[in-house]
């Protein structure tokens, strides 16, 4: 009886960090649901993100309130 080893190969993907530069007080619901999906709470918040298709949209969804740097 053969015994096989699983191997995981994890792939480095890059990472973003978002920080919220202005309230979401008058924002759609949408956008302020975005804020929170991402982790943003309180001005001048700062959460770090894996650099994918999904982050993105939603970062050019409140582009006007965050700032990225990569």
Known sequence: MKKYLK???YTI???IK???VRSKIKCPKSQKLTLAALGLKKVNAIVEHEDTPA???MVAKIKHLVQVEK
Do not use: R, Y
């Open 7 to 9: 191997v995981n190969f």
């Open 13 to 15: 993907m890059a990472t």
């Open 18 to 20: 978002i920080k919220q």
């Open 55 to 57: 982050i993105l949209g």
